[in-house]
Structures are given as structure tokens and as C-alpha cells.
């Protein structure tokens, strides 16, 4: 009798095991649903810098018909594949990817092929990081693959979301340490006073990589603050940009692989010379360094 009362009371405990371990599984469900949650609600929130309703990866797909031919915004979405071969990222619905986090397995039908030949800061798109998920909208027409009919998109233009704290890196920028020991000048002073400093050899303040010119051996670079105020539009500080050319620098071949979609702030000392044809400055690069955040 009481071994038969002892094995109850053994299968009793076992069970109740069995159930606790199962409702702390289906708690640790209900967390990880609701952090994706979260993450999907901050992402749903990113303004479409173009202004205009996008229309969904699923719906080109779906409606192919209704949109060849058109231009249309889409975004944001992930980019996850790169062919620099053919040009082109394959991208994927924003919030099925970061519900599967990571690994959009699930909407792999929903996916889209992106051709930025035509895009007009292509060296830029070129060089994007994918190993970080970037977030992008893209502006560009919708045509078909010759051979299955499915849809692809042309794009005309592309912008990409950072998802980054841009006041505390602003913060962080502002203090940059001047590694040359020289009182640094602005761009916009070099502009507005460039007679002043033709010929001269000088040390400009931190400034962003934007576009990069691999056949010129040449970056176009903005104001720092300016640049990271417009959360990495420059668009109010176009006409405060200079194109720096490094072919004279010491070590040329990093300078030549530096990558531009990382938005990269470098510290130029150089001297300042003037375009033949329209008498605007440039600079001729002696020493280059790249800040580190």
C-alpha cells in the first residue's frame, strides 16, 4: 500500500513538473510575441520621405498588371541580397522580416528585385553595407522579367532609413578631436572666401563622405552638423559641398575601398584650388584620417 501511495505522490510531482515547465514555455512565447510587437510597431512608424502612399511589395505582385509600366513608391522595405553583377538588391517586406527576425523564410514569395543602375548617386548604392538589414525607400518604375513574367522595379531614386540616435551622434560629433593640431576652417568659408585661401594649404573641419567618384579619385563632402541635423539628407546644405581629391594622399588604395554608405567623417588637410571652367574651389588632398564613432 505504501509503495503504491509513494508512486502516486511520484507521478503527482512529475506531472506538476511537466505543467510548470509548460506554462513557463508559453510565458516566454507571450514575451517574445510582444517584443516583436513593439519592434514592428516602431518600424510601422517611419515616415515615407517621398511623401506619397507607398504601395506594398504584395500588391505589385499580385496586381502586376494594374501597375506595369507606372511609377510608384515603395518602402520602407529590407534589403537582404546584393548582385553587384547585375546591379540590383532583393528586397523584402519590412514588417514580415523583423516578425521572422531575420530570416523572412515566410514571405520568401514576397519579395522583389531592385535595379539601381539608373540611380543618380550610384557609386553610393554600390557599396551598401547588407550585412546590417538596411531599411530603404525607393522611387522607380515596374517592369517584367522576359521569361517568367514576373515584376521587378527600376528605380529611380533611393533613400535609406537610419535607424540610428542621430542627436546623440551629433552630440558626439561636435566634439571630434582636430588630429591635425590645427585651427580648422569651414566649407562654407572656403566657398565664400576662396580667393583668400587659393594656393593655401589647409586643414578643414570633420566633414561627411556622400558621393564618391572612383574614376575622379574624388569624394563630394558636406558639412558635418548640417548633414546629420537633415537626418543624412543634405538637401539644405547643397550648394556647402566640395569635392576632395585623394590621388596625392600617401596610402591612396584605402582611401579608393573606403566605403560611402556608412556615411563615413573624415578630417582633410589639403590645399585649395579652382575649376577651370567654372571657378568654383576644390580640394587637393595631402593627408586624409578617418574618425571613428
Known amino acids: 500500500m505504501n509503495k503504491k501511495l509513494n508512486l502516486s505522490i511520484i507521478c503527482l510531482i512529475f506531472i506538476l513538473i511537466l505543467t510548470g515547465c509548460a ?24 515616415e515615407n520621405p517621398y511623401g506619397e502612399s507607398p504601395i506594398t511589395l504584395r500588391n505589385i505582385i499580385t496586381e502586376k498588371t494594374e501597375y506595369l509600366g507606372e511609377k ?18 532583393t528586397v523584402y517586406p519590412i514588417l514580415g522580416f523583423y516578425k521572422n527576425l531575420g530570416t523572412p523564410q515566410s514571405d520568401r514569395d514576397v519579395s522583389i528585385e531592385v535595379f539601381y543602375d539608373n540611380v543618380e548617386n550610384k557609386s553610393k548604392w554600390i557599396n551598401l553595407k547588407t550585412s546590417d538589414d538596411p531599411i530603404i525607400f525607393l522611387e522607380g518604375q515596374i517592369n517584367f522579367y522576359s521569361n517568367n513574367n514576373k515584376p ?15 542627436k546623440n551622434r551629433d552630440d558626439k560629433i561636435s566634439d571630434i578631436e582636430n588630429p ?16 583668400e585661401y587659393l594656393g593655401e594649404e589647409v586643414v ?75 571657378n568654383k574651389p576644390y580640394i587637393y588632398a595631402i593627408d586624409i584620417k578617418q574618425y571613428d564613432y
Open 204 to 278: 578643414v573641419e570633420p566633414v561627411v563622405v556622400q558621393f564618391h567618384n572612383i574614376e575622379r579619385g574624388s569624394y563630394t563632402v558636406y558639412p558635418i552638423l548640417g548633414f546629420y541635423e537633415n537626418l543624412g539628407t543634405p538637401q539644405s546644405d547643397r550648394d556647402v559641398s566640395i569635392e576632395v581629391f585623394y590621388d596625392n594622399v600617401e596610402n591612396k588604395s584605402k582611401w579608393i575601398n573606403l566605403k560611402t554608405s556608412d556615411d563615413p567623417i573624415i578630417l582633410v588637410k589639403g590645399v585649395v584650388l579652382y575649376y577651370s571652367n567654372n
Open 152 to 166: 521587378y522595379i527600376y528605380a529611380i531614386d533611393i533613400k535609406q532609413y537610419d535607424y540610428n540616435n542621430h
Open 180 to 195: 591635425y593640431g590645427e585651427s580648422s576652417i569651414t566649407l562654407r568659408n572656403i566657398i565664400a572666401e576662396k580667393i
Open 23 to 46: 506554462n513557463e514555455e508559453s510565458n516566454n512565447d507571450v514575451n517574445l510575441s510582444d517584443e516583436e510587437s513593439n519592434n514592428d510597431v516602431n518600424l510601422s512608424d517611419i
Open 72 to 89: 510608384v513608391v515603395v518602402g520602407p522595405v529590407v534589403v537582404q541580397y546584393h548582385n553587384v553583377e547585375r546591379g540590383s538588391y
